[in-house]
């Protein structure tokens, strides 16, 4: 069993759709990070959570620290949200990714 | 720049030969780390530098892997006797703190014939 979990594996939506990602973890962690990596492309941070909720823009996450579960949210998806989402969880000094998501929005 | 860099972001290279691999951080960031990404799969780590030494090397699969930071900014990845096995892209961020928001560089692609 990965240490980082990630649901579901591959996502297919309609424009304008509301997404969720989820994100559970089995370690202690001092901080969880949802990450977007576009095909071919570098890894662009997109949040660092402890506890709570964080939006930008259209974005949200959330952590259930407790549960240990992270969710990412996408509001009003569009197809330039198509990317893989990265969950990954840092341990103290590294950090722990999850498989990701990939996500396809289509018009 | 203002970003990460990593050169090369393309090398090819034969069975059996030497690679290097450079790392550019952000200025100022002094913690380090190296990933490696195999096709369809998430980035695993391999070494986190905090200033010039190497924190946790825990995740380097071998003895043939290593790293270097020696004046605490730039880092270069050394691989030697490479193996197919190796082909992957392996990506580098920075961080201002030991726990803090990761700067990803674009990667470099390495594919070992």
């Known amino acids: 069993k990965n240490e980082v979990e990630q649901s579901p594996q591959n996502l297919t939506a309609q424009e304008g759709e509301f997404i969720t990602i989820n994100c559970s973890y089995s370690?202690?962690?001092?901080?969880l990070h949802w990450l977007q990596q576009h095909p071919g492309g570098g890894i662009v941070s997109l949040f660092m959570l402890s506890s709570g909720k964080k939006k930008h823009g259209r974005l949200i996450a959330t952590i259930n620290i407790q549960e240990k579960h992270s969710s990412l949210h996408i509001t009003a998806s569009h197809p330039r949200d198509s990317a893989v989402y990265i969950c990954a969880a840092s341990n103290t000094d590294k950090l722990i990714f999850g498989t990701g998501t990939r996500l396809q929005v289509f018009p | 720049g203002a970003g990460v860099s990593q050169t090369p972001s393309n090398k090819v290279t034969e069975k059996g030969k030497y690679v290097e691999l450079r790392c550019d951080p952000i200025s100022g960031h002094t913690a380090l780390y190296w990933y490696r990404q195999s096709l369809g799969q998430g980035p695993e780590f391999l070494i986190y530098?905090?200033?010039?030494?190497?924190?946790?090397d825990s995740g380097l699969p071998n003895d043939r892997f290593f790293a270097v930071r020696p004046e605490g900014s730039v880092s270069t990845l050394k691989i030697q006797r490479t193996e197919r096995g190796d082909s992957a892209v392996y990506l580098c961020a920075s961080s201002p703190l030991s726990v803090g928001e990761l700067f990803f560089g674009e990667g470099s692609r390495l594919t070992v014939l």
């Open positions: 530098f905090q200033g010039t030494g190497a924190a946790d």
């Open positions: 370690v202690g962690i001092s901080a």
